[in-house]
């Protein structure tokens, strides 16, 4: 299949490395053959997957500056079947580096195009930004994820990304689909979460994921002993959250969803 995903919301915290490496387990424990790219400087999904990021020498980086095939950077982790382009903080250098390039925005999908029917889906992290690494997931992705946190400003600042989503739609690459809204940090004793909810299923209907994200410790765990929260404790709710995610993602792309 090798369908890309880009998971991408410009405001932090929201859940999006959360969502990018347990998506990817999640998907690996389902049989898919699975590559996390990390497209943040800040390199948490590469740490959150056992990766020590001072020893990266071949990552996003050099993929981006076209240095090196991104199959020299390809790393296994100890997901099963998940492979990841990890990330180094040299990473923040591209932002300026690529600016005066030719076709700048297309650099991440000429450097996935000979490698992308090798997985069955690569799951980008963006950083909490509308850069140029951000641009260029999104012209090389088939998709966007977009995490959206069950707190107060909810939707401050997602009229801004759609935005971004319809111009790169425009410019760079017209097949760029919505994958879906997830709504993540769900508490149910919380009245707003819920009112967050409502409103952000009364907007955007279809677009937004039934499965729903819950608050939980286990989650915010993982990453810190360098595991998935599949493999860190595969009964938490947070497991069981994000592989009703990947069977939802499953299910929609095998029934006539674009690869």
């Keep these: 299949m090798g369908k890309i995903i880009a998971v991408a919301n410009q405001k932090g915290g929201v859940g999006k490395t959360t969502t990018a490496l347990n998506l990817a387990a999640a998907l690996g424990v389902l049989e898919q053959k699975v590559l996390l790219i990390d497209a943040d400087p800040q390199a948490n999904a590469s740490s959150g997957l056992g990766i020590d990021i001072d020893q990266v020498t071949k990552g996003t980086y050099q993929v981006l500056e076209l ?19 990890p990330a180094h903080i040299d990473l923040v250098a591209v932002e300026i580096e690529l ?8 650099m991440l999908k ?6 992308k029917n090798q997985f069955d889906f690569i799951i980008i992290d963006c950083a909490p930004s509308l850069g140029l690494i951000t641009l260029n997931a999104l012209t090389a992705a088939n998709s966007i994820i977009i995490p959206i946190q069950c707190e107060y400003f ?5 009229g801004k990304l759609l935005n971004t989503i319809k111009s790169v739609q425009k410019v760079h690459n017209e097949n760029l689909e919505i994958e879906g809204l997830l709504l993540t ?3 149910s004793r919380l009245r707003l979460s ?18 729903i994200i819950h608050r939980n410790t286990k989650l ?8 998935s929260i599949i493999a860190y404790d595969a ?25």
């Design 67 to 85: 240095e090196i095939p991104a199959s020299e950077a390809i790393v296994a982790t100890s997901s099963p079947n998940v492979s990841i382009i």
């Design 99 to 106: 600016v005066d390039k030719m076709e700048r925005e297309y």
């Design 110 to 115: 000429k450097a996935l195009e000979p490698i």
């Design 154 to 158: 909810a939707l401050e600042g997602l």
């Design 185 to 187: 940090m769900y508490d």
């Design 194 to 211: 819920n009112q967050v909810i409502d409103e952000v299923k009364k907007h955007f209907q279809q677009m937004v994921f039934k499965t």
């Design 220 to 227: 915010s765990e993982a990453p810190s002993f360098g595991e």
């Design 235 to 259: 009964e938490s709710r947070g497991a069981v959250n994000y592989i009703n995610l990947a069977n939802e993602i499953l299910k929609k792309n095998t029934h006539g969803k674009s690869n």
